[in-house]
């Protein structure tokens, strides 16, 4: 299991990092051309910034694999909210399915990573 998570923080700190990256230097890629105003490209790169963040916390996970589990358990919580936000955004017929459940991929694949205990960290 050891293997499976560092692989699975790896994907996602680089896959955040990478994508906060893009967004915060051409934050028109995230928007559609007529949505893009100073507000809207102020606040991707808002959300850039804190998703490059969060894919440096993945790959502190990798490299304090041991000590991992409350920035795990953070990490969870972020991309369960985000999740929630993606499927009611589809609910409420604002978004395709493929929106939420991309988003749902980095949730369902920490919560089966998730060290149950302080000592499962190290395992």
């Known amino acids: 299991m050891q293997v499976a998570s560092k692989a699975i923080y790896a994907i996602l ?3 955040f990092i990478v994508m906060g990256l893009a967004a915060l230097f051409v ?9 893009r105003s100073p507000l809207t490209i102020h606040l991707v790169r808002e959300q ?3 998703a490059v963040f969060l894919g440096l916390m993945a790959c502190w996970c990798v490299r304090h694999f041991e000590q991992r589990r409350f ?3 953070a990490l969870l919580l972020f991309s369960a909210l985000f999740s929630v936000i993606h499927w ?3 609910l409420n ?3 395709h399915l493929l929106s939420p459940a991309l988003n749902t991929l980095p949730f369902l694949a920490l919560a089966v990573t998730t060290p ?3 000592k499962d960290a190290a395992t």
């Open 13 to 15: 700190g680089t896959i």
């Open 93 to 95: 017929g604002h978004r």
């Open 27 to 35: 934050p028109g890629l995230a928007l559609p051309s007529d949505a």
């Open 48 to 50: 850039a910034a804190f």
């Open 116 to 118: 149950t205990r302080q």
């Open 71 to 73: 920035v795990h358990l």
């Open 88 to 90: 009611v955004e589809f």
